[in-house]
């Protein structure tokens, strides 16, 4: 079983492009979340879906937006990208809502120039 | 507002113990988790507490006081592999995970 596979591994975007972060998850989860780690800063939460058909702003969620479509996936689109979103992103998915283990992709380093 | 305080940086011997303290302020409480993350890679759990006191898998253990805001997680007979860092995350009363910085444990031979 993959888990959760994120695409691509790394990137360099160029300011003011735009960009989509994939991820996927096999094993029927109902809740992703989205987060981006910097370093000397925990997790920090940018959008998270409950369910297929909604979703939800986290603490950070300036800058991107999300879908999600069906279970299995959940996009971040970043429209126009700027250098304060050089980041790790992970994305992680849990069986249900709230208090749940969750369980992280591989993710997703993203150097913005 | 929320806050979650870990050690930045700890160091332990190989075959020792060491102890990672977590303390938390948060709007309503539901549940602990000790996360592991090596360097480069994903989270990936190790623990939960939502009752006070100990629970012990293997090596690692955690412990929860909830009128202290407090936990920690022991690593008894280190191993070269268990340099990684340590997250400490708390459930608040919407259910949403708020993270701790982590604290990178360094083992030495």
């Known amino acids: 079983t993959a888990g959760i596979t994120q695409a691509p591994t790394s990137q360099i975007l160029a300011a003011g492009r735009s960009m989509t972060l994939r991820c996927t998850q096999d094993m029927r989860h109902n809740a992703m979340y989205w987060y981006r780690q910097d370093l000397g800063l925990g997790l920090r939460l940018i959008h998270y879906?409950?369910?297929?058909?909604?979703?939800g702003k986290g603490e950070v969620p300036d800058g991107y937006s999300v879908s999600r479509a069906n279970t299995d996936d959940f996009p971040l689109t970043l429209a126009s990208a700027v250098p304060s979103q050089t980041s790790v992103y992970f994305c992680?998915?849990?069986?249900?809502?709230?208090?749940?283990?969750?369980?992280f992709g591989p993710g997703t380093r993203l150097l913005v120039l | 507002g929320q806050n979650i305080d870990q050690p930045t940086e700890m160091t332990a011997t190989e075959g020792a113990i060491v102890q990672i303290n977590c303390t938390y302020q948060t709007s309503g409480f539901n549940g602990l988790f000790w996360y592991q993350q090596h360097a480069g890679e994903a989270p990936t759990f190790l623990s939960y507490?939502?009752l006070d006191g100990l629970e012990e898998k293997g090596r690692f253990s955690s412990f929860l006081s909830r009128s202290k805001g407090y936990s920690y997680l022991l690593l008894k007979e280190l191993q070269m592999k268990d340099s990684a860092s340590y997250l400490c995350a708390v459930t608040d009363s919407n259910y949403q995970l708020i993270w701790g910085a982590g604290t990178k444990l360094i083992i030495k031979p």
């Open positions: 992680a998915s849990s069986p249900g809502e709230g208090g749940e283990t969750q369980y």
């Open positions: 507490n939502v």
């Open positions: 879906s409950n369910t297929a058909g909604t979703t």
